[in-house]
């Protein structure tokens, strides 16, 4: 049978003030649909923008009348090979009709140029050869080329032939803008979702820290020194994020801690110390998946029950989960609530330790003032090999700069 956990009668409070943080995420996780409005193909009512490179004036001639015929109002042409490719990113045609045999550059050089700069990459091209030769029309097709006209050029044939590659570059546009609006879409839902969950997330931190701590800085600063340590220890950007906002769980459990204990000002007995320890297990409870006979609310909170199982599959809550269990655990195995020692307690863990052993030093508590920052320093040396993992507090030490930097911007304020 697997075992319910239960919490002190007088945390009712506290759980209860943070059940009500929780409803808001169905609120934040029902931002606007991903999927964007798709735009439409626009047709062929305005007159496209139609460029012809020939080195031939006659051909050019020939075609551009045939265009006109055609009521193709918006034309360029160009006789220098040498000059088309400025003209062509400068001008923007919609589609190039393009020569292939052309003195100094060929009409392939060209269409090579083109399909390397981005603007062009897309043009659609027709080009226009006297050559049946199978070899240069293949490399044409591999270069991108949409269509072929043979010379001399059939009016008939022309304008259909512009018409269906100018309506195929327009709809594979359409569909790449909306692919674009796609990725927007979800790249900004994405963003909401993460900032909702990293809002339930310090909510639920708060719910903690408030009952142990009036200004709740103490749940910010050990993130910062968690992320500051995991980045001395040369973890990738994403794990020093995640394990910033891990930490902050750190003492999650302690609401199910009673509040004379958690606010005495003296030192705890032993049967007190036994209590506060149970924090660890109640953090990894609160943050592991949840047994569906857990949730045994009404019907109104039935979504939010969802939300928080689908959340505890996630790598931050799971990473949370080992922080809220074994950031007590001791190098030597002497610590709680397992005995773990060595590299058998996560890295998470061994870092967390570090920070929140740290603040607590260096912060004003009900029992203690706080020490002067050398004597912080000098009272987690001490524990080295035996408390805190060696690697973990060469890391700390070496960023003592950014840590007491931190430590200044999220002060204390009486």
Not at 109 to 137: G, N
Not at 249 to 262: P, S, T, Y
Not at 358 to 384: H, M, Q, V
Request: with cysteine; net charge negative; hydrophobic share 40%.
């Amino acid at each position: 049978m697997q075992e319910v956990q239960t919490f002190p009668a007088d945390a009712a409070t506290a759980r209860s003030e943070a059940g009500e943080l929780l409803q808001k995420l169905p609120q934040l996780l029902s931002a606007e649909a991903v999927t964007p409005d798709q735009p439409e193909v626009n047709e062929l009512s305005v007159s496209p923008k139609v460029m012809i490179v020939d080195d031939e004036p006659v051909n050019v001639k020939v075609v551009r009348r045939h265009l006109a015929r055609a009521g193709f109002s918006r034309i360029m042409d160009c006789s220098e090979p040498t000059q088309a490719l400025d003209i062509i990113v400068e001008w923007q045609p919609d589609l190039l009709i393009l020569d292939i045999l052309m003195p100094e550059i060929t009409g392939l050089d060209l269409l090579r140029q083109l399909r390397d700069i981005p603007s062009t990459r897309h043009l659609p091209v027709i080009v226009l050869t006297a050559s049946s030769d199978h070899e240069t029309k293949l490399e044409a097709l591999n270069l991108g080329a949409s269509d072929f006209l043979s010379k001399p050029v059939d009016p008939l044939e022309l304008a259909p032939r512009i018409r269906n590659s100018i309506q195929s570059k327009r709809y594979q546009d359409h569909l790449r803008t909306y692919n674009d609006r796609l990725e927007e879409a979800v790249a900004r839902k994405t963003a909401q979702l993460e900032l909702s969950r990293r809002e339930v997330l310090l909510c639920l931190a708060r719910a903690a820290e408030y009952r142990d701590d009036d200004t709740g800085q103490h749940i910010l600063r050990v993130g910062r020194y968690a992320a500051i340590i995991a980045h001395g220890l040369g973890f990738d950007e994403d794990y020093v994020q995640q394990i910033e906002q891990a930490a902050q769980l750190h003492d999650v459990g302690k609401i199910g801690i009673r509040d004379e204990i958690l606010h005495k000002p003296g030192k705890l007995d032993q049967l007190e110390f036994s209590e506060i320890q149970k924090h660890s297990g109640y953090g990894k409870h609160i943050l592991q998946t949840m047994a569906s006979h857990h949730l045994n609310w009404n019907e109104e909170h039935s979504q939010i029950g969802g939300m928080i199982l689908q959340t505890s599959q996630s790598p931050l809550l799971q990473t949370a989960c080992r922080i809220a269990l074994t950031h007590h655990e001791r190098w030597d195995g002497s610590g709680y609530p397992i005995g773990l020692a060595g590299t058998d307690i996560p890295i998470e863990g061994r870092i967390t330790a570090v920070a929140d052993v740290f603040d607590a030093l260096s912060s004003r508590r009900p029992y203690k003032p706080p020490f002067p920052i050398d004597k912080c320093f000098e009272i987690l040396e001490d524990g080295r090999g035996s408390h805190f993992d060696p690697e973990v507090l060469d890391a700390f030490f070496a960023s003592r700069d950014k840590i007491l930097s931190v430590q200044m911007e999220f002060l204390d304020v009486d």
